[in-house]
């Protein structure tokens, strides 16, 4: 259970009477300021919030063993562009400054060696594009289905050899995977209803995900081809954005079944389900730290939207 | 383009940022502040304004105001309802603050309109009329359309002070291929258009045709004799022409940029935190606190847009509703939590401060989108069948007007028109058959008694 203390309430009213000319270096010095910040209060003690400006954010993942963390800002009024903070320094940067289009759901291969991300502005409404870091190639996974096909919510496969993905296309809201060149196109689901929100486990053999096959979204296993889909939680409202713990044996996720979108986990065997956040406004867009045992989420508080940090117990 | 300058809240500090007001050449939308005088006769308003909450692109009708539970799986979606506070009415689990305060509003789940491209039917939407020349899909013209609600509203009005019809985005509102061309004056002429204003997520606010022009601070736009120098050199340096064309905007903008009021109602820093909080750090939910305000300050018409495009992921647009592709992701993410929250903060703060009652809102789109399920697992367009939200104003609150079918394809019973939409909003704001007749605006319409 989560609630803010004093403590970040009171650098953040700071910030929030500093002017535009100091924004940017506000975001730094709160973000120095909250890591390590310690307080009798075990359970706010450890939470740390990440950035301040509280713009719309979704989609974190972390970069570089955990001492990055990269995610999907609104920072423009028609741009939505991937940040990436460093952790230990607190320097971000937007990549792709100077572009007009849209970059989402940025996703990193477990070398480093490959990132990839959905990509507006090209033949589709987005595009998969995968990025070799060695070269700085990049090739784009451009599906069927016309300007209004989409990729979302890339993975890679933890051996760097495939990337899987929310695909709208013929054949609706689908899974599917390519290869690293964005070739050999695989569907994993060819199911009823909506799929999406992939995760893998590090060993490679199996997919979370949520589906609406058997009526609300609900978090699904399946096998790395697709094969034996098995229902992992039951509730009729909606389980999404499922990640799986560095070790496998848990899976965070949003969940809205108490009427307001929390962070939960749940064993991988569908058992232990336990509520990690509790606060009027939206938490959401889970993902484990490498370390195993801390998940950063973007929650709402006060109308903005920013990374967070909390510890997770077993 | 000519700069004058643009407007901004203070930020927190206190400390005002550089803040004008920028007239530009081409500003077709800027009507109203030369509309002084007394209103015309009519009947008591029971609307003192009206607040009409754009969602451009075509929301969803099954996964937001009228999901279909027991339907199909290629129909109902992913979303499970959940139940309101009205017995009557389920809404998607997308909405749980809305749900929580059915009893501030109204739903109508029958309307329908007439084309199914979004700058014909968004003008048909705005002007509860239909194109005598076919409209923007047929190479119509502006003055096609009969004048927008709003422009009806602001000229019957004659608002005092400020402009009587203001709304509220970036720019024209359309698609991207050009805009609503109904959204305005229409045969009225520019003069009728809506004076616009766009206001971000820190709650600062410009006027999109305008920009800054450098070297003014807010000092020297206090200053009139300053200022009226300042644009009697840029006045000198521009063709004549163009600058006939721009006299209307240059008495209004000069207006704007000395009026107490102006400047009073367009800082949103003098909100309480608690209050800017609640409506949340985006640009829609700012622009519902500023057109609040506006109603405050008894603007009659405030449009507030959803976005300035139709279009979701585009490079050129701002996440508007027309999720042909990935429906269900983009709804889950932001636009369905997004109207949650700024909706019913907007709702809650004109209940608390008395200002419902005396306030029309109404939250549509041009259309809804299609409840089958698309080949590609999305909705498209659908103009046969969507949802209005109504409340205050006169509105009876916690009813469910009209029905779509068990698909929500079609109304099941109490169609209603974009006319009928148009002569409630009037009729609600004090313009009757008479005042209509007289303007010879949306003449036979019919008021959706059901909602009175």
């Known amino acids: 259970m989560w609630n803010r203390s004093s403590l970040f309430a009171f650098p953040l009213r700071l910030c929030a009477f500093a002017s535009r000319q100091y924004r940017a270096m506000r975001s730094l010095v709160v973000l120095l300021a909250l890591v390590g910040l310690n307080s009798a209060d075990a359970a706010a003690d450890d939470i740390r919030q990440l950035t301040t400006n509280g713009r719309l954010k979704f989609a974190p993942v972390f970069v570089a063993d955990g001492k990055e963390l990269a995610w999907c800002e609104h920072d423009q009024p028609t741009r939505v562009s991937i940040i990436r903070l460093n952790l230990e320094t607190g320097k971000s940067t937007t990549m792709f400054p100077n572009a007009s289009g849209h970059f989402f759901d940025p996703a990193f291969s477990a070398d480093g060696r490959y990132w990839c991300f959905g990509r507006s502005g090209g033949p589709r409404q987005l595009s998969l594009v ?34 899987i993905f929310t695909i709208n296309a013929p054949g609706g809201q689908q899974i599917a995977s390519v290869n690293i060149k964005g070739q050999d196109y695989r569907p994993l689901t060819q199911s009823e209803g909506i799929n999406g929100w992939p995760d893998i486990s590090r060993d490679g053999k199996t997919i979370v995900f949520s589906s609406s096959r058997a009526g609300s979204l609900n978090l699904f296993l399946m096998n790395i081809d697709g094969s034996e889909p098995r229902q992992l939680t039951n509730h009729r409202l909606r389980d999404v954005r499922s990640a799986f713990s560095p070790d496998g044996r848990r899976i965070a996720f949003t969940s809205a079944r108490d009427g307001n979108r929390e962070i939960y986990v749940i064993n991988s065997d569908g058992s232990g389900l336990k509520r990690l956040t509790n606060h009027k ?34 | 383009m000519f700069d004058i300058g643009s407007f901004s809240s203070r930020d927190c500090s206190g400390i005002s940022r550089r803040a004008f007001l920028q007239a530009g050449a081409a500003l077709p939308f800027a009507g109203g502040l030369s509309a002084l005088g007394q209103e015309k006769g009519g009947n008591p308003p029971r609307a003192k304004s009206v607040m009409l909450i754009w969602l451009g692109g075509g929301p969803s009708h099954l996964d937001l105001f009228d999901p279909k539970p027991k339907a199909l799986a290629q129909y109902r979606g992913p979303f499970s309802a959940i139940q309101t506070r009205t017995p009557e009415l389920l809404v998607s689990e997308l909405l749980p603050n809305l749900a929580q305060r059915s ?73 991207g291929v050009g805009p609503n061309i109904g959204q305005g004056g229409g045969k009225w002429g520019k003069a009728h258009d809506p004076f616009m ?45 163009p600058f006939r064309v721009w006299d209307g905007v240059y008495d209004q903008a000069i207006g704007l940029l000395t009026s107490s009021e102006a400047t009073r109602v367009f800082d949103l820093s003098r909100e309480t935190e608690k209050t800017r909080q609640a409506f949340g750090r985006t640009a829609f939910g700012q622009s519902c606190l500023l057109g609040r305000r506006l109603v405050e300050a008894e603007v009659p018409y405030v449009q507030v847009n959803w976005s300035r495009y139709v279009e979701v ?117 004090g313009m009757g058959t008479a005042a209509r007749a007289e303007m010879r605006v949306l003449e036979g319409g019919h008021v959706i008694d059901a909602l009175l």
């Open chain 2, 197 to 241: 204003l766009s206001c971000n997520e820190e709650g600062d606010v410009s006027i999109p045709k305008l920009k800054l022009l450098e070297g003014l601070s807010p000092a020297r736009l206090a200053d009139r004799k300053t200022m009226l120098r300042e644009l009697d050199q840029l006045r000198r340096s521009i063709d004549s022409k």
């Open chain 1, 281 to 314: 406004e939206r938490d959401d867009y889970p993902v484990w730290h490498p370390g195993g045992k801390q998940i950063a989420w973007i929650a709402e508080r006060n109308g903005k939207f920013d990374v967070y940090l909390m510890p997770v117990g077993e």
């Open chain 1, 130 to 163: 995968i990025v070799d870091t060695k070269d700085g190639k990049e090739v784009a996974f451009e599906p069927a289905g016309g300007l209004r096909a989409t990729i979302r919510t890339p993975r890679f496969t933890p051996d760097g050899k495939r990337v």
């Open chain 2, 103 to 175: 009893h501030l509003y109204s739903v109508v789940q029958s309307n329908i309109n007439y084309q199914g491209g979004h700058r014909p039917a968004g003008s048909i939407a705005m002007t509860g009329t239909r194109p005598t020349d076919g409209g923007e899909d047929r190479g119509g013209k502006v003055d096609g359309y009969g004048p927008s609600i709003g422009s009806i509203l602001a000229k019957h009005r004659q608002s005092k002070s400020l402009p009587g019809f203001i709304s509220l985005a970036r720019g024209p509102v359309g698609d």
């Open chain 2, 313 to 429: 992921l585009f490079p050129f647009s701002d996440y508007g509703w027309d999720t042909h592709s990935d429906n269900f992701g983009l709804l889950a993410d932001w636009h369905g939590p997004l109207l949650d929250r700024v909706l019913s903060a907007l709702l809650d703060d004109l209940h608390e401060r008395g200002l419902l009652d005396s306030t029309l809102v109404v939250c549509m789109g041009e259309f809804g989108r299609t409840p089958k399920i698309n080949s590609i697992g999305s909705r498209d367009h659908w103009h046969q069948c969507y949802f209005s939200v109504w409340a205050g104003g006169g509105v009876k609150p916690g009813l469910v007007v009209g029905a779509s079918d068990a698909q929500g394809e079609f109304p099941a019973r109490d169609p209603v028109t974009p006319a009928m939409v148009g002569t409630t909003i009037l009729d609600l704001a």
